[in-house]
């Protein structure tokens, strides 16, 4: 009897709501796709950053205000939260940890993807794609010219995971089989490059 409660306790303990953020194709912990602001702003006991150049007010990407939460970015548009974002500068991975239900999150591989998502399709980055031979030439030149001579870094994929819907996405970039970052979103805005810009 002792063992099924100590395990229970383990597993309570150990989870991702208890030591992170949990996402899913809801969202992000408290904040779900399709909140205004103000009902996600509720959601986390916390007030989301105003809009600010670049941005328009019908769509623009924000954060929490009190610096908590760095990892998670918003994109909001017509007042509505439609994309979730992970991502820290150097692609660190976010402490407390933001994982799936799986514990599928940045560092995790793409193994690690592919069991949690078996309808996942891989593609380049949109950084990576459509670079001929001779733009890559190119800018091995004017990287050389610079002083750079180490070797481009491997490529960034899309590792593109749709809900059953077909109106949901999570997006995980990857390089060198790991996750960098992720955003979980409303399609067509969860799968551009740059949101609002």
């Excluded at 702003?41 to 809009?51: D, F, H, I, Q, S």
């Excluded at 600010?52 to 994109?75: E, I, Q």
Aim: aromatic share 8%.
């Amino acid at each position: 009897m002792w063992r099924i409660v100590i395990g229970l306790a383990l597993i309570f303990i150990t989870s991702p709501a208890v030591n992170g953020h949990e996402f899913s194709w809801q969202g992000v912990g408290p904040v779900h796709l399709g909140m205004t602001v103000a009902e996600a702003e509720r959601a986390l006991k916390a007030k989301l950053g105003p809009v600010s150049p670049p941005f328009a007010r019908d769509c623009y990407v924000t954060g929490r205000t009190d610096g908590r939460d760095k990892a998670l970015s918003y994109v909001i548009v017509n007042g509505r939260i439609v994309v979730v974002t992970v991502f820290l500068r150097d692609y660190a991975k976010p402490d407390p940890a933001i994982v799936d239900a799986n514990g599928v999150g940045v560092g995790a591989t793409e193994a690690d993807v592919r069991r949690g998502y078996p309808h996942v399709r891989k593609e380049l980055s949109p950084d990576f794609r459509g670079i001929s031979p001779e733009e890559a030439e190119e800018f091995a030149r004017d990287r050389a010219s610079h002083g750079f001579t180490e070797p481009e870094p491997p490529p960034h994929y899309w590792m593109i995971a749709e809900g059953r819907d077909r109106k949901r996405a999570i997006v995980f970039e990857t390089q060198d089989g790991k996750v960098l970052s992720f955003s979980v979103g409303l399609k067509p805005e969860v799968l551009l490059n740059e949101n609002c810009i």
